[in-house]
T-cell receptor
Framework: AQKITQTQPGMFVQEKEAVTLDCTYDTSDPSYGLFWYKQPSSGEMIFLIYQGSYDQQNATEGRYSLNFQKARKSANLVISASQLGDSAMYFCAMRSSVSGSARQLTFGSGTQLTVLP | DGGITQSPKYLFRKEGQNVTLSCEQNLNHDAMYWYRQDPGQGLRLIYYSQIVNDFQKGDIAEGYSVSREKKESFPLTVTSAQKNPTAFYLC?????????????FGDGTRLSIL
């Protein structure tokens, strides 16, 4: 069974500062994908960044980067130069390469990020 | 633009009533999913479908039903057997065969009890 753990229910960051949101995972599958989603107060889920388990380099997408440490089973999201619009709930999720269950996403409980002006 | 459309945005249910949430996608994805989100919580899988005319229960299927008669559509019915239906419901789609592809989500439906 897969499990995602996000240990920070809430985080605060000053505008223009960087922030790291923690995510650890547990799986016995040989290969998998890790995803981060942003959920603003309006509710939609916005895909931010993806990291494959065999990727040699950490993923980056604009101001988002993923600090992937496979041996520690962690995939922390780093947001650089925080903006007020970054205030939202952030979810870490995992999808296995093993067939079955339509390779469903397993989600963590989320981290509520608040950016302070 | 391709995407997922959920309707209605807000829905109210009376006691003993069944209600149906609509989900339509034009992304040509084979797999579709329904999630439930309670306040301050993560997403929990209700049902999923990998192809037309096939669907499987997720982690919290009791009190819910689905159909998949067309590739584009995956409606969710919240039955009267679901005693605590107040939640935010999200529909998603993806290619089931590519684990490195993200699921794409609709904007959600907020369901409340009258």
């Amino acid at each position: 069974a897969q499990k995602i753990t996000q240990t920070q229910p809430g985080m605060f960051v000053q505008e223009k500062e960087a922030v790291t949101l923690d995510c650890t995972y547990d799986t016995s599958d040989p290969s998998y994908g890790l995803f981060w989603y942003k959920q603003p107060s309006s509710g939609e889920m916005i895909f931010l960044i993806y990291q494959g388990s065999y990727d040699q380099q950490n993923a980056t997408e604009g101001r988002y980067s993923l600090n992937f440490q496979k041996a520690r089973k962690s995939a922390n999201l780093v947001i650089s130069a925080s903006q007020l619009g970054d205030s939202a709930m952030y979810f870490c999720a995992m999808r296995s390469s093993v067939s079955g269950s339509a390779r469903q996403l397993t989600f963590g409980s989320g981290t509520q990020l608040t950016v302070l002006p | 633009d391709g995407g997922i459309t959920q309707s209605p945005k807000y829905l109210f249910r009376k006691e003993g009533q069944n209600v149906t949430l609509s989900c339509e996608q034009n992304l040509n994805h084979d797999a579709m999913y329904w999630y439930r989100q309670d306040p301050g919580q993560g997403l929990r899988l209700i049902y999923y479908s990998q192809i037309v005319n096939d669907f499987q229960k997720g982690d919290i299927a009791e009190g819910y039903s689905v159909s998949r008669e067309k590739k584009e559509s995956f409606p969710l019915t919240v039955t009267s057997a679901q005693k605590n239906p107040t939640a935010f419901y999200l529909c998603a789609s993806s290619s089931p065969w590519a684990y490195n592809q993200p699921q794409h989500f609709g904007d959600g439906t907020r369901l409340s009890i009258l």
